[in-house]
């Protein structure tokens, strides 16, 4: 490799040799006091297991087996690590370096994420590993048995303290919990990182042929996050295009904008290949943004014959200042050592701590809410006191349904939706009136579809002035009923009355009529307003009840309620029937509008028929004025007609008054007979419009809260020695919801912590 030169013994990162004997670093003077704290609050956010949540900064050591990882690790640290039986390389160790005025120590500790078959705590726990350690020597030790305890996860970790390890136990092939290293002292340096198992092409005789990506996968996990330095370890003894580690670092960090690259092991390159490898530090080859740096750590036969630390820095030294790498200009040759390495790692871990400081502060209260959100969004955890609990909510749920079945302002408020039924249900009974026709069959004549006083007071969608054809006898609907046929109907009744009399029957049949038809409009609105109820039931029940427990509670409140609905509905159907059964017998003391109508329907058939019989003579009388000049035929027998009339001595007769002389209509008795029954018909029908809609409203929906909370009550056993216990099973929530919250609570607490670490910095 060149002889060794004359030039002073320097290793650039100062004027002279620096005499580390515990590490590698920058040191107190190296380090802002600002910066070390930067530092020491990642670490301790670290320690948080934050990390699990988002992204911090951190150092990491990656490389394929025997690249010199755990001699590059030594180097920096100062402490021997584990080399025997490939335990060092088979889970995460971090390395938390800093300096202090303090006598050197060493605190391990175990980091657990996952639990014995690989799945997420959610809460990370950290476990001291013995006591401090404050001898150099031991660390080898306690680090194999804290290797031993992290890939054995199913044993207690402080049986490892002590005793012989057992070579043939190997527990977990890789693990993704890892063995934590606080060291501090004097000349620490002040820099965190974290070593992690070399990549494998394959698993070996007796490895897990999943190894190969378990570690893969275990690596990309750290250094695929934007905070994390990637330091890339390739030995110079294997070609770099089969070491696959720095692929999947380019990979991971395609523009290599926070990749260091580490070249070990030159003292293995051949003769006169020196300047392939040189490349690298040139920035010629597999260009990084931080660059390419070169470390030579002493070989396996130089520590099995005691070398100290003191004495590998020493020959690390001496080799590079020895050709080909004293030819390099001083801008490369500062890529050269250890200690160059570790005190730019020191520089951009502090410069990424810093400006990354205020993105974590935000992402950390972002997560917070976040994770608060989410938890709302859970249903309520199970109280200790679940009947309290319960009542609580039937409670809550009672008065909910009784403000809703009295009636609230909304747009989908219960009567909101109940109204049309009950306009629809008006309708279907009105249109049960009897369509009496006071005309014979066959007959046509220009008729008001609806006379003008019912027009006007039941808001019918036909105008009061609205005209159509009478009805042929083709057109006729079934339900038609004819003048000729009341009277002859009102003729075959006549038992002994007077020749101007007509049994009640006949009207009382004609209401009858009417009135069967309200059996199904009575009972399909009742079903209406079963069904409404029903829906808006099961909503209200699910919004107070669905999101407790597993649905048993829900389940046996809707079943309950479902009940007291049906035994509320039987009664309000028993009432209707009743009240059709009331309507068989027609009645009413409301005389006064029943003879209103009566006069006006009587009034509204006989004008139809006297305007079809004697329709121009009737509108010229009424219409009637004296004129001046020379009077028409109609006008001149008017005249001569009142002037006769007053010959014979009748005086004050109107042109009007004339119509009265016109021929007594024969069908007058059916007109009267007509005019009774349509008249009943509107006292009645209103009477029933009302009364029905109202029983409905009193015995099923305003009745339903009657009673309800004292069946649930007494349904579910809410009260008792038992009530507890049965009220526990019911609210007994789903594992899945119960796992999820108690994730979500853990993930919340180490966010806090994290959190108060940040607002206690100090800055």
Not at 276 to 290: C, Q, S, T, V, Y
Not at 388 to 401: H, K, P, Y
Not at 587 to 608: A, E, P
Not at 721 to 726: C, G, I, L, S, V
Request: aromatic fraction near 6%; hydrophobic fraction near 35%; charged fraction near 25%.
């Amino acid at each position: 490799m060149g002889d060794k030169q004359s030039e002073p013994d320097t290793d650039f990162y100062g004027d002279k040799p620096l005499p580390h004997s515990n590490g590698i670093g920058l040191s107190a003077s190296g380090l802002s006091n600002d910066r070390r704290k930067l530092l020491d609050l990642i670490n301790r956010l670290h320690s948080t297991g934050v990390q699990i949540d988002m992204d911090l900064p951190m150092i990491a050591v990656i490389g394929v087996q025997s690249a010199g990882k755990s001699s590059l690790i030594e180097a920096i640290s100062g402490v021997t690590l584990p080399r025997s039986l490939g335990t060092c390389t088979r889970c995460p160790t971090e390395c938390r370096l800093s300096q202090s005025n303090q006598p050197w120590k060493c605190v391990v500790s175990l980091r657990f994420i996952t639990n014995a078959l690989g799945q997420p705590l959610g809460q990370v726990r950290n476990e001291n590993f013995g006591d401090t350690i404050t001898d150099k020597a031991d660390v080898e030790d306690r680090v194999r048995r804290a290797q031993h305890a992290i890939l054995n996860p199913d044993k207690l970790a402080s049986t490892y303290l002590t005793g012989t390890l057992a070579s043939e136990e190997r527990g977990l092939s890789f693990s993704q919990n890892c063995v934590c290293l606080a060291i501090s002292g004097p000349e620490v340096a002040d820099l965190s990182f974290c070593d992690l198992p070399g990549l494998i092409a394959t698993a070996g005789q007796s490895g897990d042929a999943s190894d190969v990506e378990l570690i893969r996968t275990l690596v990309s996990s750290y250094i695929e996050k934007p905070s994390c330095v990637i330091l890339s370890t390739v030995a110079c003894e294997t070609d770099f295009e089969i070491q696959g580690a720095h692929d999947l670092a380019k990979k991971l960090d395609p523009q290599g904008t926070r990749t260091v690259g580490v070249l070990t092991k030159p003292d293995r390159i051949p003769p006169g290949e020196e300047y392939r490898w040189m490349e690298f530090i040139k920035d010629e080859r597999e260009r990084l943004i931080n660059g390419w740096y070169c470390v030579k750590q002493p070989d396996a036969r130089s520590l099995k014959d005691g070398l100290t630390w003191e004495g590998a820095r020493k020959r690390e030294n001496d080799y590079f200042m020895t050709q080909p790498w004293t030819s390099l200009s001083p801008m490369y040759q500062s890529h050269l050592r250890t200690s160059n390495l570790t005190a730019r790692l020191s520089a951009i871990l502090s410069e990424l701590i810093a400006s990354r400081l205020p993105g974590i502060h935000q992402e950390l209260y972002n997560l917070i809410n976040g994770t608060d959100v989410e938890l709302r969004k859970l249903p309520k955890a199970p109280s200790a006191d679940a009947a309290g609990e319960v009542l609580e909510v039937v409670n809550g749920f009672t008065r909910a349904l009784s403000r809703r079945l009295e009636g609230t302002p909304d747009e989908d408020g219960l009567l909101q939706k109940i109204r049309p039924t009950q306009n629809k249900f008006k309708r279907a009974i009105r249109a049960t009136a009897p369509e009496f026709f006071p005309f014979g069959k066959g007959e046509t004549s220009e008729v008001s579809s609806v006379p003008d006083f019912i027009a006007n007071e039941e808001d019918d969608d036909l105008t009061p002035n609205s005209k159509r054809p009478a009805q042929s006898p083709s057109e006729s609907s079934e339900k038609t009923i004819y003048v000729e046929d009341v009277l002859a109907r009102a003729q075959k009744a006549r038992t002994r009355e007077l020749p101007d009399n007509y049994p009640f029957v006949v009207q009382k049949e004609y209401i009858m009529q009417c009135i069967d038809q309200w059996h199904i409009p009575a009972l399909s609105f009742f079903d209406s307003v079963y069904e409404i109820l029903k829906e808006d039931l099961e909503s209200i029940v699910g919004e107070h009840f669905g999101n407790l427990g597993r649905g048993a509670l829900q389940h046996s409140i809707s079943v309950t309620v479902k009940d007291h609905l049906d035994s509320c509905a039987k009664k309000t159907r028993q009432h209707i029937e009743w009240l059709l059964e009331v309507e068989k017998s027609p009645n009413t003391l409301n005389v006064h509008y029943y003879s209103d109508y009566k006069d006006k329907f009587l009034s509204f058939y006989k004008g139809r028929r006297n305007d079809q019989s004697h329709g121009n003579t009737l509108e010229n009388l009424r219409s009637f004025r004296s004129v001046q000049g020379f009077p028409t035929t109609f006008e001149s027998a008017v005249n001569k007609a009142i002037s006769g009339l007053s010959d014979m001595g009748i005086s004050g007769i109107n042109p009007a008054d004339l119509a009265k002389l016109l021929p007594v209509d024969p069908m007058e008795p059916a007109l009267v007979i007509m005019a009774g029954v349509r008249a009943y018909f509107q006292v009645s029908y209103k009477r029933f419009a009302d009364i029905i809609p109202m029983a409905v409203d009193h015995d099923l929906v305003l009745g339903l809260e009657k009673g309800i909370q004292k069946a649930i009550i007494e349904d579910l056993q809410l009260t008792g020695p038992d009530a507890q216990e049965r009220c526990r099973l019911l609210l007994q929530e789903q594992s899945s919801i119960r796992v999820r919250r108690e994730e979500l609570e853990r993930k919340r607490e180490r966010l806090n912590t994290a959190k108060e670490e940040i607002r206690h910095l100090g800055f």
